[in-house]
């Protein structure tokens, strides 16, 4: 073939090539949209919880809106181990999605530790104003570097103290106490400043731990001292609601840059209606829980020097609050 003609012939071949390519593509794109997706999402809480339900109920919504291409399977109760675990599996993208408390996203995010510290938030409602104003988005979309993506906020009350010794009314009754912790430094400190010492243990080994007395207490909502039975082991619960923690629902980034921005806006549009249906779970499930509680005959105190706890607290917002001192002025002035 002579030299001019050949190149003619590989144009050609070339041109042919990316054509049926650009087809192929095409076709695979197609295919993409219509495919089928499996979404497991783990969860600490057993079935009947609020945030699990509202998981159920996110699962529910989209596969009706496909026809039931996608799928959500949850794995309750601790089946897949502790929330750092869940996290660290999502990240990976052997898991597509978790719920947890924003108190073991602080190491990931480190802003997210705003959130964490002891009576930053005023009161539920302000809580609600910074998670579901420009704060809760910004850092949000902030969990992007650590792989992951986040779809939305949920409610988790406020945690108060208990404990199988006595009540809790002033910082200085948790002298001496060894306090359950989530897995977060700064909860920690913030034991050492009320007084007690924080030990971090994971969620599901928390009853076997107070019973066996490797702590004297831990701090929870109602909601969770109540269904995980943690009064039979723990029986006085003060109300200091040291903490208004919001719960987390984020998504694989792995996973989530392989989908389609069909499937990217329903699970957006499903997210929204999970974090609705929470809420509206939450507080029923509150009110609930206080009147088992009551009916169970549990020493509930709310004779709580709360100014006390605030004082005693103000060290770890200081030290913390050098760090996100702009945050923290942003969250203040949200009404
Ligand atoms: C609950 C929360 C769980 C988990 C647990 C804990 O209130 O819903 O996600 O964080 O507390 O203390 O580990």
Redesign the pocket.
């Known amino acids: 073939m002579q030299r001019g003609l050949m190149m003619r012939h590989a144009l050609a071949i070339a041109k042919t090539l990316t054509g049926s390519g650009a087809i192929l593509a095409l076709s695979l794109a197609a295919v993409s949209t219509a495919e089928a997706l499996e979404i497991k999402s783990s969860?600490?809480?057993a079935m009947g919880?609020p945030?699990t339900d509202a998981i159920q109920f996110m699962g529910e919504w989209l596969n009706e809106q496909t026809d039931g291409r996608i799928n959500l399977t949850i794995y309750h109760s601790m089946q897949l181990g502790?929330?750092k675990e869940a996290l660290e599996q999502v990240q990976l993208g052997a898991l597509e999605m978790t719920?947890?408390?924003v108190?073991?996203v602080g190491p990931i995010v480190d802003d997210f530790n705003a959130f964490n510290l002891p009576y930053v938030f005023r009161s539920i409602d302000h809580m609600h104003a910074v998670v579901d104003g420009e704060i809760g988005q910004e850092l949000l979309e902030r969990l992007e570097v650590g792989e992951l993506i986040g779809l939305g906020y949920m409610d988790?009350g406020a945690?108060s103290f208990y404990n199988k010794i006595k009540p809790i009314r002033t910082p200085e009754d948790l002298e001496g106490l060894k306090i359950r912790v989530?897995?977060n430094p700064i909860f920690i400190d913030m034991m050492s400043e009320m007084g007690g010492a924080g030990m971090p243990i994971?969620?599901n080994e928390?009853y076997t731990a107070m019973q066996t007395g490797v702590v004297d207490g831990?701090?929870?909502?109602p909601?969770?001292y109540a269904t995980q039975k943690h009064y039979e082991v723990a029986g006085y619960y003060s109300l200091t609601e040291h903490l208004i923690?919001p719960?987390i629902f984020v998504f694989s980034k792995r996973v989530w840059d392989t989908l389609s921005e069909e499937d990217q806006n329903l699970i957006r549009e499903a997210s929204v209606l999970a974090t609705e249906k929470e809420r509206e779970l939450w507080n029923a499930m509150e009110q609930q829980a206080m009147a088992e509680l009551l009916e169970l005959g549990i020493e509930i105190n709310d004779d709580v020097d709360k100014d006390a706890f605030i004082a005693a607290t103000a060290p770890v917002r200081e030290k913390f609050g050098a760090q996100y001192a702009e945050l923290l002025t942003r969250i203040e002035a949200v009404e």
């Open positions: 969860d600490v809480h919880y945030t502790g929330e719920r947890v408390s108190g073991v988790a945690r989530m897995q994971a969620f928390l831990a701090e929870n909502n909601p969770s923690v719960e």
